[in-house]
T-cell receptor, first 118, second 110 residues
Framework: NAGVMQNPRHLVRRRGQEARLRCSPM?????VYWYRQLPEEGLKFMVY????????ESGMPKERFSAEFPKEGPSILRIQQVVRGDSAAYFC????????????????FGPGTRLTVL | GEDVEQSLFLSVREGDSSVINCTYT??????LYWYKQEPGAGLQLLTY?????DMKQDQRLTVLLNKKDKHLSLRIADTQTGDSAIYFC??????????FGAGTILRVKS
């Protein structure tokens, strides 16, 4: 039973290029979360998606960042025109169902993609 | 405050107990979590506690929750070198998304 998979594990881009990060949730999970971890900091929430829907994007930068979770295939976090400040580790997590009061929806994390912008 | 706060660093000797502390922000958080991150790896869920509990024990791990002070702690008994990692506490004040502390680096000296 494979866990959350992310690829690539390491990604190097030059300033101005595009970065595409992929996340395949655990089997049977239909909810995906993306988090960003800047060096020596904790993880910060970016976006929460269900299949074909963005549920909460309150943590996404207003420009250059977008996310999708199509009906088929992995979730994609896309960063256009990358800048040095985008260098970070990007983690996705998945859960099998939406959260609700009194339930636990343990988020299972992938190994992360470490983006380096030169 | 608006941030989940943790002490930055803890060093213990192998075999001793480790206690990692966390102050969270929102008393409405239903669940509070402890995650472990080893170098270059993702986050591994260690344990969680429901907000109406004071304590939860799971093998070498003991979680204590003081809701009045919004204080959460993780005690690791008989700490081993393999426990060396960064430990994050996290809360869920806004529905599903996790809000993390900056992490506590645990170093275990043999």
């Amino acid at each position: 039973n494979a866990g959350v998979m992310q690829n690539p594990r390491h990604l190097v881009r030059r300033r101005g290029q595009e970065a595409r990060l992929r996340c395949s949730p655990m089997k049977g999970h239909s909810h995906v979360y993306w988090y960003r971890q800047l060096p020596e900091e904790g993880l910060k929430f970016m976006v929460y998606l269900q299949k074909e829907n963005i549920i909460d994007e309150s943590g996404m930068p207003k420009e250059r960042f977008s996310a999708e979770f199509p009906k088929e295939g992995p979730s994609i976090l896309r960063i256009q025109q990358v800048v040095r400040g985008d260098s970070a580790a990007y983690f996705c997590a998945s859960t099998p169902m939406s959260g609700g009061t009194g339930t636990t929806d343990t988020q299972y994390f992938g190994p992360g993609t470490r983006l380096t912008v030169l | 405050g608006e941030d989940v706060e943790q002490s930055l660093f803890l060093s213990v000797r192998e075999g001793d107990s480790s206690v990692i502390n966390c102050t969270y922000t929102d008393s409405s958080s239903t669940y509070l979590y402890w995650y472990k991150q080893e170098p270059g790896a993702g986050l591994q869920l260690l344990t969680y506690i429901f907000s109406n509990m004071d304590m939860k024990q799971d093998q070498r791990l003991t979680v204590l929750l003081n809701k009045k002070d919004k204080h959460l702690s993780l005690r690791i008994a008989d700490t081993q070198t393999g426990d060396s990692a960064i430990y994050f506490c996290a809360e869920t004040p806004y529905g599903n998304k996790l809000v993390f502390g900056a992490g506590t680096i645990l170093r275990v000296k043999s």
